[in-house]
């Protein structure tokens, strides 16, 4: 007899394994969810490998995938299949907040330096972490990049830099056809050449621009199985099929083989792996048979997964929309509900044709024109070091006190302007021990002066241009298309970001006086077009008045104007001459300042045959040939009014002789009055805080030179005319 | 006996309990997010409430919340606690792609339509979802933003507008002490005056600046549940406690209560549930006891939820970051990842005091600056109806040849420019019979002639500006800080968004000239002032002459020009003549193109004492005054050369008599040549093709007049000098 119970408890037996087998369909999908949440926020290391299933939707490659390199395209949550048990995908990881991100960037040159900067703004942009970028520099761009960055002063961004040069023999041994040159190969490298505790790093091309927020990125590490290394997104062309055009032998790659545009890289694992002898094994083996690589590292990349295929994460499509000359990237973007990275992985970069690329270059154009300064944004609850000389800047807003009349100044002159030096591509003048480079600023209003400028001034030139971002790439498009400027390697444009509303002028003197590389410099303005002999006769008086031999001279060049738009520049001293006595000519500012030039005595001047010293009196601000050591300028002078004057005083007060050069002159060309100079014509508390920079101008002189400066108060003390 | 069987059978049974406890415990919070990720894409209607234990962590409410009340705060992802099973929120649920998401806006008067553009700009810079815009506006702001929208052209946004005059009458007997006015009470009433068949809706103030996609807000009505028609953010300041101050009496609330800037409603609820009557009933009710409403709609939507908790879902505190003057907001944006939606709600907006307002202003900074052109950019995927003469307009575009030498002239007459037209306050002037307005058109780099002309001219203007959103905003504090241009309402600014390379000037005369609201206009460039006397002698003379009475005719202003910055302005024609005699003065272009003056006749003018008659001539461009239906000018002329000679063509054309004035005369300033007269003067294919614009112009005259035209053609091949 069977007991009663028997039955009932078997019935309530199949009835709970039933429930469980219920539910566990019911949420095994959800299991996978929370695990790959957790393993994207928990961080790594977790051997399992990926959820099965993620067949790609969106760039189906034709060829049986091997195990392993299942590729999870598209946007997850935006799918059209929608979420469902089976396929789940992790809904938008993200790593923890405040947790840092490590990014590496190979750079070299002017131009890539100003491709990484728009890189980086976009990248900026969207992050909400904080940031350690790993640059890996010619010296080129890490003097520019070194620069911008001291003086960008992002909080939560921590930048280490690393010489390309000392990495070149490591790649430098492989044939390489591909556009980026060398230094595209090093990012094979890597893993040796970035800190050894790093152990992963997302690895960019100056070519990408960021659509989303790199955590998103970042997180994706968390679904690398333990044998993966590398997460790559797979190539959006035809290459690596090798049916482009007949004879193409592409290097050999899985499938249409992967890009190398964004890499997600495992430094740790790579190194354990022996990284190094693997990529040099298969790299040598392929060159046995191809001459060269077509793609640099991506060839070498690729060869080495089509043998070790488990080394591969593939990442989803949107993490490398590849804009390539025969891009298939449409399949990918047309389903996907969110972009995350723009490749402009074609030589002609945002010119290459596609139907959508206007969509696309509005988003690049957007973060190539954004103002840089509006990214010093604070990661709110993220305590960070802040960047260095950030602290000390803000003890020093601090102090000041807005209700102050002299705010406005007093913060212009505290404020740290971004500083891109060698915008576009220069060459350095060959050493010449007495050869004079013209230093200047300027602003988006006074560039069409640049080409006669370049026409009158045969030598080097150092030219501060203080612009907005978005005004830089018009300034480049116009040297661009400008037969004179585009001719000219030896002029070097250092562009300063507009911040505040006063023309730091002496700030922009001081960029450009510091980045002047021969030993001489002609601190001239830009309205000023020099004699056509000026650079010539400076080099030869330089040498004859042996400057070179320590002796402490200041030349000065006289100054002139011209009232009229139209008029034919003299040739000679003698013809300036005819001009001044027909009246077509004026000695510079003789209407309205004449002490500002009086000192240099045109009188004498008329009749020199030799250079002649005169003294210095008050309000006096000739332009002057120097030693490249000379004092700075004295930034608390932005806007208007006294910034030269003060600059002579303190030549005077170091007791740099002057000396007039009997041929030497400029000539001053007429423009309407600036917005600037408008704008405070007519306010009084200008006058007024003119004044009181003045006074601790003075005062500062006094602590400096001591009883010397005695003479410059007794001077200010004199009746004088308008300021 | 037991038999054996039992004790298994049950075992197992247990051991089946066991797992399928385990397995509910462990799937548990998956399940709600499972659910919840399913009622954010699939849409709403779902009756469960939201998932419990959303205890506040950001923002805790001191005084116990009454059931259904609860607030999910912070940004679920980010939270410290990380995710777990009990504490389940959603994993940023998105709406499906392409859903159509719908924003209301009440916007009234010319600074909130320059608010609201801002708030657009960063709300279509984030999103991906089409977008239906419902404009509450009044007749000024409508005017504003219907033009700009039209031209902005911006894909897969629709906009409606609702006129806000005829909304008054329904809330106009509430009494409102906010900065907002009547405008902000208006809230109150979008579900009767929205579509009947629109059933929710995201409802923003002004004042807030987005950074983050809006279909994340919209997913959230996911949340909602079948009681709740609201969703609000909680107030973060004490306002509503009642502690501020002695004798603060603030409308009653839930707790802190809530912030009106961001809603969602569900307006089909709301109608269902007799919402008119409900609002209306507790406002009055509580204006039986208070005074007046403090905070306009915010204070009523909050005692309406202190009545009926149940109507409120609480939304996560990022959706709102309050900036407001004693703002908690700090509680809520340390703990989150990412704030979702800032919002500037104190009086003193972008000038609140709070240590952190740098970073967030710089978010702001970004939309107000951002070119808007660049956020034309399309959704891929999405296929919606493009926005109106978009195809059109893709069709001309697509008939260009890239290789033409004369593409960018091409393109830039088809350009499509937003325009901003009266971007500051302006007053229309009172209907008068012979009133005239000044026409011109400018770039930031004449900004400096506006005050000038205001001294001289005061009547009213019309001027088009040519400017990048950020110059925009340079240009709207270069006339704050004006106390002459501060002082004008009757000069109205119309701003044209830059885009390409040329100068469009006939385009932005044509704005200008559009925006005339006087019978007749003075057409004139910014670079001349006009005598003192002008106006009011342009009004006599237009009388005398009996223009009124259907007459055509052009007065003709003659125009003089110095080479001089300082020089004193004639005060009458006696002194313009000595100055004239003197040297000082010339005849406009005397020196470079008497042409385009000869036929004013000068020496005539000089004796005259009545105005008279002269003919057309090739190349004649005087300055004139025309009735406001004068004939427009050809936009095909950009940058410089012909732009003002082909219109007075064809007044002549059209048989305008050309009578000048004895009386009438204007000088021009003079200034440096323009970056872009200097780009072209060096190019001959600029000749080349302002030469080919030329004869299609000449063709079009002679389709449009016949015969007529012939004298032109006729007059342009005689010899001529350089253009």
Redesign the interface.
């Known amino acids: 007899m069977?007991?009663r119970?028997?039955p009932r408890?078997?019935g309530?037996?199949a009835l709970?394994?039933l429930?469980?087998v219920i539910?566990?369909f019911?949420?095994r999908?959800?299991?996978d969810?929370?695990r790959s949440?957790?393993e994207a926020?928990g961080g790594g290391g977790d051997p399992r490998s990926l959820p099965r299933s993620l067949t790609p939707r969106v760039l189906p490659d034709e060829r049986p995938r091997p195990r392993g390199t299942a590729a999870f395209d598209g946007d997850p949550?935006?799918d059209?299949g929608?979420?469902n048990g089976s396929d789940c995908i992790p809904?938008?990881?993200?790593p923890?907040?405040c947790e840092l991100l490590q990014v590496a960037i190979v750079c070299a040159g002017h131009n890539s330096s100003r491709d990484v900067i728009t890189l980086v703004k976009s990248m900026l942009f969207y992050r909400?972490n904080p940031l350690h970028l790993h640059l890996v520099t010619d010296a080129v761009a890490r003097n520019i990049l070194e620069t911008l960055f001291h003086m960008w002063m992002v909080p939560a961004v921590q930048i280490s830099f690393y010489n390309a040069d000392e990495l070149k023999p490591q790649v430098s041994w492989i044939p390489n056809k591909h556009y980026s040159g060398l230094y595209g190969l090093m990012k094979l490298v890597l893993p040796s050449a970035l800190p050894p505790d790093l152990a992963r790093v997302i690895v960019l091309d100056t070519d990408v621009t960021f659509a989303s927020n790199i955590a998103e990125l970042w997180a994706l590490f968390a679904h690398f199985s333990d044998k993966q290394v590398i997460g790559l997104v797979e190539n959006q062309s035809d290459w690596y099929l090798g049916n482009l055009w007949r004879n193409h032998r592409p290097w050999p790659a899985l499938g249409r083989g992967f890009n190398t545009g964004v890499i997600l890289l495992r430094l740790d694992r790579l190194r354990q792996a022996g990284w190094e002898q693997m990529w040099k094994l298969t790299a040598t083996r392929e060159l046995l048979t191809l001459p060269a690589t077509s793609l640099a590292d991506q060839d070498i990349f690729n060869a080495i997964i089509k043998e070790h295929p488990w080394l591969v994460q593939p990442l989803p499509c949107v993490w490398n929309v590849q804009l390539s000359d025969h891009t298939l990237a449409?399949r990918c973007?047309?389903?996907?509900?969110?972009?995350k990275v723009i490749h402009w992985n074609s030589p002609k970069k945002l010119r290459v044709k596609n139907k959508?690329v206007?969509?696309f270059r509005?988003?690049y154009?957007?973060f190539l024109?954004?103002?840089g300064?509006?990214?010093?944004?604070?990661l709110?609850?993220c305590p960070r070091p802040p960047p260095p000389g950030a602290e000390q800047l803000q003890r020093a807003l601090a102090q000041l006190d807005e209700e102050d009349a002299c705010f406005e100044f007093r913060r212009q002159q505290l404020t740290v302007h971004r500083v891109h030096i060698t915008f576009l591509p220069h060459k350095p003048p060959p050493p010449q021990p007495h050869d004079v480079t013209l230093v200047a600023q300027l602003s988006?209003?006074r560039?069409?002066m640049l080409?006669a400028l370049c026409r009158h001034w045969p030598g080097p030139m150092s030219l501060a241009l203080y612009l907005?971002d978005?005004e830089a790439q018009q300034f480049l498009r116009?040297v661009e298309?400008?037969v004179v400027l585009s001719a000219r390697q030896d002029v070097a444009y250092h562009v300063v970001y507009r911040e505040g509303p006063l023309y730091p002028i002496n700030q922009l003197r001081n960029v450009a006086l510091a980045q002047a590389l021969t030993p001489y410099v002609f601190l001239s303005d830009i309205d000023f077009l020099p004699a056509y002999s000026l650079y010539d006769y400076l080099r030869a008086s330089i040498q004859q008045l042996e400057l070179g031999s320590g002796r402490k001279a200041a030349l000065v060049v006289p100054a002139f104007e011209t009232?009229?738009?139209?008029f034919s520049f003299p040739s000679s001293k003698a013809e300036l001459l005819a001009l001044l006595d027909a009246g077509s000519l004026h000695t510079f500012r003789y209407?309205?300042w004449p002490r500002g030039h009086a000192p240099t005595d045109y009188a004498r001047w008329r009749e020199a045959q030799a250079p002649y010293h005169v003294q210095w009196a008050a309000d006096y601000e000739p332009y002057v040939v120097v030693p490249r050591d000379c004092p700075r300028y004295d930034p608390r002078f932005a806007g208007f009014g006294w910034n030269k004057v003060a600059h002579v005083m303190e030549l005077d007060a170091q007791e740099y002789e002057l000396l007039v050069l009997p041929e030497a002159f400029v000539i001053h060309?007429?423009?309407?009055?600036?917005?600037d100079i408008?704008?405070f014509r007519s306010s009084p508390t200008y006058r007024d805080c003119l004044q009181a920079l003045k006074d601790e101008f003075h005062q500062d002189l006094s602590r400096r030179y001591g009883a010397a400066a005695l003479k410059y108060l007794t001077a200010l003390q004199q009746p004088r005319g308008p300021t």
């Open positions: 069977l007991p119970g028997r408890a078997l309530a037996a709970l394994l429930l469980l539910g566990f019911l949420f999908g959800d299991l969810c929370e949440e957790r926020s949550p935006a059209p929608g979420h809904p938008r990881p993200r923890p907040k909400k449409e973007y047309s389903e996907a509900s969110d972009l959508h206007e969509s509005n988003l154009l957007t024109e954004y103002d300064n509006l990214l010093r944004r604070e709110f609850g988006m209003d560039m069409q080409e907005t978005a116009f298309t400008s009232l009229h738009y139209r209407h309205e060309l007429p423009h309407a009055p600036s917005l408008s704008r």
